[in-house]
């Protein structure tokens, strides 16, 4: 069993609200012990922002998963002295494989909003978000040009 002040951190953190964990934990002391300390509702935090990146994610996976199998099979289909027959095979090889596992199905996204469009490479931030971080002297090493 947690202590009183270890569950009041933990339904802070999931909740955010000092005063919720603290309602919530008075209730449970009373004695109303079938109240549960979860959201009903069923749906869980999870790591990623939205279901946009966590698809992207796992395209990720499987891409680097299958990437040997494919750039071996790409290696066959392209090479011009092989017979074509094998040059085919490895082509309805290729097909066959997930649709998923092909790179280019990986689209870049922002770490902390999943926006698609105008996302800076080097800190995987969008535009927006880089230049607010960048603003407020939140991003190591960049200033703004004066």
């Given at each position: 069993m947690l202590s009183y002040t270890a569950s009041l951190r933990r339904l802070t953190a999931l909740w955010g609200s000092k005063m919720a964990a603290a309602t919530i934990m008075s209730l449970v002391r009373q004695g109303h012990r079938q109240m549960s300390c979860m959201p009903?509702?069923?749906?869980?935090r999870s790591y990623y922002v939205d279901w946009r990146m966590l698809r992207d994610v796992k395209r990720r996976k499987m891409a680097f998963e299958y990437a040997d199998q494919r750039l071996r099979l790409d290696a066959l289909r392209k090479n011009k002295i092989l017979p074509k027959e094998l040059q085919e095979v490895a082509s309805q090889e290729i097909a066959a494989l997930p649709r998923d596992s092909c790179p280019v199905r990986i689209r870049n996204r922002c770490v902390l909003t999943s926006?698609?469009?105008?996302?800076?490479w080097r800190w995987r931030l969008s535009r927006i978000v880089?230049?607010?971080?960048?603003?407020?002297?939140?991003?190591s090493g960049v200033q703004r040009a004066m």
């Amino acid at each position: 069993m947690l202590s009183y002040t270890a569950s009041l951190r933990r339904l802070t953190a999931l909740w955010g609200s000092k005063m919720a964990a603290a309602t919530i934990m008075s209730l449970v002391r009373q004695g109303h012990r079938q109240m549960s300390c979860m959201p009903c509702f069923g749906q869980g935090r999870s790591y990623y922002v939205d279901w946009r990146m966590l698809r992207d994610v796992k395209r990720r996976k499987m891409a680097f998963e299958y990437a040997d199998q494919r750039l071996r099979l790409d290696a066959l289909r392209k090479n011009k002295i092989l017979p074509k027959e094998l040059q085919e095979v490895a082509s309805q090889e290729i097909a066959a494989l997930p649709r998923d596992s092909c790179p280019v199905r990986i689209r870049n996204r922002c770490v902390l909003t999943s926006r698609p469009r105008g996302v800076v490479w080097r800190w995987r931030l969008s535009r927006i978000v880089f230049r607010h971080l960048a603003d407020h002297a939140q991003l190591s090493g960049v200033q703004r040009a004066m």
